[in-house]
């Protein structure tokens, strides 16, 4: 009997719509239907690649179901695991988004996404590959379609590392960053051929299954947001090729389209139901399909054959050397210290996962990635380490605003540029510039004494001007312009992650003047200085919205006239955060006081209470005391989600607090605290969290706010 003709499954990309391709490969094991050879495109390549590597159907199944695929398009690791250096910059509404800053001026990332979660699964998925060289080579052969991002031709991927070739054939621009394979940038398959039919006709083809699940052109009044703008343009590119492919279907080919109903390409929550119509649109066409269907003695020495050519699985390879490449700017002994994976012991993924972890949240990279080489003398680990290529100054901008709806409001510009990488062991220099009602510039350099980064020394310089409100116990308010500077030294150690300890010596000076209608009268000029201490634990998951985790600090400053102040006193503050949540619901429960220590504070010293969440109805700032304590208690409730790259939760609150500041001689007292409410519409965006609230208090008072900034 002659040989069956060869047979090629061809497979569409579509994003969270490829997951269907799983059911296909699904069915058509059932039926018994082999392939000589599969080629895909982006979500098509992904779900092929993994099937020609020898994983089977059920298999992939079980990973495109239990991928957090939210956390996986997500460069930026839990916030957590993340060292406490990098959780402080969270401290201030600044934008998610950074910008490189070199003589041509700002410069912007290659993509939205790096990919560095996405790379280390596809690579850990198909370490049993790394000994292919050919795609011809793998249990089934295989072909990746990416796209060219200089010229826009097509790229035929069949040779180098296969989990490479999938995160290519995948990288949709804009939102991913390009993949350089020989030289070239490549991005995702579906701008050339999203279809790649002619791909296997050219490789020798005879019978073509190809399933399309690319995603229908809809009407333009359907998503006009940036992101519908971009997906629309895409979808109508692969529109075009999508045509060329279909009227290359041959009478010998079977051209399936599942029925996928109103899953997008991205309702990556809707995967496994993709999975079900893909399976379910193969076995509806079974009848059509029976030519391609093998005997149960030809299919069985067809899987013999996968199985025999590449095994997933086995024991895992003891590594004879390790490299690391790809650094510059960075001290390869900073990297190497982050690393737990050793030289003659099997390599452990999740130990490897967790070491490329650590050195990504370094922050100055791009990706971290890894490749296993087995050569003639064992196998080799490199770890390929990525510079951030618009680095190694970044800048970041940011918006303050707190407005009260009654003519009282503060609004700031931010810029913070960041210049990393100083030196050996890793100093930084950072600097904060704010315009607006409040104006200050905070300069710092922190020096890493060790590679490892626990012991530091950090010399500050911070300058101020604002306008400070007094209210008089007549219910005047007199306004004073301060300007202010001071310098700082500090010594401290980093708990890794968790948090930190410093102490410090400080000098200043306070410039204050009477605004009077614009006139400024009455000058006065202090100098100041002490001693500083401050202890600070970080574990939230999150500086906007936390749903769990704490956060505690307490600074101690002990003014001295030795050091140059002209007043001597003590202040503490202290407060502490704890949050939990069930389901959408979270709880986030807030205590700080402040306090004298028996001594007296001048007025520029005092603490002070009012605003949003701070005591919500009464105005900003205008409880001040010696001592002062707060409560509070915000409840909310995630009601929807942002577009995606546009933040994250929508959120609905409200709060319940109680709190005071006493004066000079005035002892603290459960009879005093002054209760208040708040209700709020709050949104978790890239652009710093957004509150909408109304707040009201003990006298009756009540104000709206829009806020813009770090709620707790």
């Known amino acids: 009997m002659a040989a069956a003709p060869p047979t090629c499954l061809v497979l569409s990309g579509g994003s969270a719509r490829g997951a269907a391709h799983v059911g296909v490969l699904e069915a058509l094991e059932e039926l018994r239907v082999p392939a000589d050879c599969v080629v895909g495109t982006s979500m098509g390549a992904v779900v092929g690649g993994l099937y020609a590597s020898g994983l089977a159907p059920q298999r992939i199944r079980e990973i495109v179901v239990s991928t957090d695929w939210d956390d996986l398009f997500t460069d930026r690791p839990a916030r957590e695991s993340i ?31 790096a990919g560095q979660k996405l790379d280390f699964l596809l690579k850990a998925l198909l370490l049993h590959t790394t000994a292919v060289e050919s795609f011809d080579d793998l249990p089934v052969p295989f072909r990746a379609v990416a796209t060219d991002l200089a010229s826009g031709r097509m790229v035929v991927l069949d040779h180098g590392d296969v989990a490479t070739a999938l995160r290519a054939s995948m990288s949709v621009p804009g939102a991913f960053s390009p993949i350089r394979i020989d030289g070239v940038d490549l991005v995702d398959g579906g701008i050339a051929r999203n279809l790649p039919i002619g791909v296997a006709r050219d490789w020798g083809a005879v019978r073509i299954i190809a399933v399309d699940i690319s995603n229908p052109v809809r009407p333009q009044e359907e998503d006009i947001s940036a992101l519908g703008v971009v997906s ?81 699985g086995g024991d895992p390879p003891v590594l004879h050397e390790l490299v690391l490449a790809g650094l510059d700017r960075v001290d390869a002994g900073r990297v190497t210290s982050r690393l737990k994976t050793r030289v003659g012991e099997p390599l452990d993924l999740n130990v490897l996962g967790r070491d490329l972890a650590r050195i990504y949240e370094m922050g100055e990279f791009e990706r971290v990635q890894f490749d296993l080489d087995p050569g003639p003398n064992g196998n080799v680990l490199q770890v390929q380490a990525t510079e951030k290529s618009w680095g190694p100054n970044f800048v970041r901008f940011g918006l303050e605003l707190e407005a009260d709806f009654r003519g009282s409001g503060e609004f700031a510009a931010l810029v913070e540029m960041n210049r990393v990488g100083m030196n050996r062991l890793g100093g930084e220099w950072r600097t904060l510039l704010a315009i607006g009602e409040e104006n200050r510039l905070t300069t710092e350099f922190y020096q890493p004494l060790h590679r490892q980064g626990r012991w530091f020394v950090s010399p500050w310089f911070i300058a101020g001007r604002e306008r400070e409100d007094l209210f008089n116990e007549d219910g005047t308010v007199s306004r004073f312009l301060v300007d202010s500077f001071e310098g700082r030294l500090d010594l401290g150690y980093q708990f890794g992650r968790y948090g930190e300890i410093r ?39 999150s500086a906007n919205f936390p749903r769990h985790g704490f956060f505690l600090q307490s600074e101690l400053f002990l003014s001295r006239e030795g050091l140059g102040a002209e007043q001597e006193f003590n202040q503490l503050y202290t407060r502490l955060v704890d949050a939990g949540s069930w389901g959408r619901n979270s709880m986030v429960g807030v205590i700080s006081f402040g306090s004298d220590r028996g001594t007296t504070l001048p007025p520029y010293a005092e603490f002070s209470l009012g605003g949003f969440l701070n005591l919500s109805g ?28 546009l933040g994250r939760g929508i959120y609905l609150g409200g709060s319940l607090e109680a709190g005071n500041a006493w004066p000079i001689g005035a002892k603290p007292a459960w009879d005093d605290l002054r209760p208040a409410a708040a209700l709020f519409l709050g949104v978790d965006s890239v652009f710093g969290p957004f509150f909408l609230g109304y707040g009201r208090a003990d006298t009756g008072d009540g104000s709206f706010y829009l806020f813009l900034g770090r709620p707790f």
């Open 83 to 113: 060292p406490f250096r990098r959780k402080q910059f969270d401290n201030l509404p600044l934008f998610e988004f950074e910008f490189g800053l070199n003589r041509s001026g700002l410069t912007l990332p290659t993509g939205l996404i």
């Open 232 to 312: 629309r343009t895409m979808n109508m590119l692969m529109e075009q090729n999508m045509e060329i492919s279909r009227r290359s279907i041959g009478p010998l080919d079977i051209f399936i389209i599942p029925d996928l109903g109103d899953i997008g390409p991205a309702d990556f929550d809707l995967v496994a139901q993709a999975v079900d119509l893909g399976k379910a649109a193969v076995l509806a066409e079974r009848d059509k399909l029976a030519p391609f269907i093998a005997s149960d003695e030809e299919f069985d020495s067809y899987q013999q054959r996968r199985d025999e050519r590449l095994t997933p």
């Open 503 to 541: 102490a410090g010596i400080s000098r200043g000076r306070l410039n204050t003047d009477l605004d009077t209608g614009g006139v400024l009268q009455n000058a006065s000029r202090v100098n100041t200085g002490g001693y500083r201490a401050a202890l600070t634990v970080d574990q939230l998951d």
């Open 618 to 645: 009464i105005p900003p700032e205008s409880l001040r005391g010696q001592s002062s304590a707060l409560a509070q208690l915000v409840l909310f409730r995630q009601i929807g989600s942002m577009p995606p790259g």
